[in-house]
């Protein structure tokens, strides 16, 4: 073979390599990654009803309680309210398919995520085998984040409980869909439309002081993993006569 053949062959072999490299890294978002988990070390079979996102009973039984806590996947809360397919390795012990859980709590351990008893039980493939992965307490897994799914849910609002109108105002957002991560907030006057951008306080609690009067409508700002953003607003208003505790249904729902 000619040495400029030999070349061109070369090339061709080298571009193809790269071409399939790049074609693996553009799918990477749907790749495991490896770690370690351990479950909650204590008798709670479900989520806890308090914690750093700030969901309080509704992150003890958000998925049947199929929840974790999350080390650097909280993301100074941004993290919250994330799924996560988490399988473990053992082939003896473990399930191929494993189990999704939902962030609902920031805590640090030997791996990224601390599962709730529940949700660690079920990575097993056989109610027997779960009892031999709870003895071992921490395990090697691999885990990809997926999107959320709540079947007939739409996004509801929840008014914090230490809020107090019209002077504070907080909330957390549940059941949102997608693999999107919830990056900004506002508040607009129906009327005029005057907005105000919320602080995220802690976790998946959004608040702001002296907030807008009268109906208000809820503008939220979608980020992918890719970093495309989007702005979606919801159908439904929160009333003017809002009140601590109570839970209101926006009307739409993302992918």
Known sequence: MALSSFSSVFVFAITLLL????????????????????????????????????????????????????????????????????????????????????????????????MSRRAYAGLAQTPYAAVSLMALGVIDIEYKRVACSYPNKNITIKIDENSDAPHYLAFVIRFQQGKNDITAVQLCETKNFVCKLLDRSYGTVWTTTSPPRGPLSLRMLLTNEEGDEQWIVPINDIPRDWKAGDIYDTGVQVN
């Not at 490896?34 to 992150?59: I, L, V």
């Not at 080390?71 to 398919?97: P, T, V």
């Open 19 to 114: 071409m399939l490299r790049l074609s693996e890294s553009a799918t990477c978002n749907d790749c495991f990654t490896r770690s370690r988990a351990s479950h909650y070390p204590n008798s709670e079979e479900q989520g806890t009803d308090h914690g750093a996102c700030g969901y309080g009973t509704f992150g003890a039984t958000i998925n049947d309680g199929d929840v974790a806590t999350a080390s650097d996947l909280y993301r100074n809360g941004l993290g919250c309210g994330a799924c996560y397919q988490i399988r473990c390795i053992d082939s003896e012990l473990c399930s191929e398919k494993g189990t999704m859980v939902v962030i609902t709590d920031q805590g640090s351990g030997p791996g990224d995520f601390i």
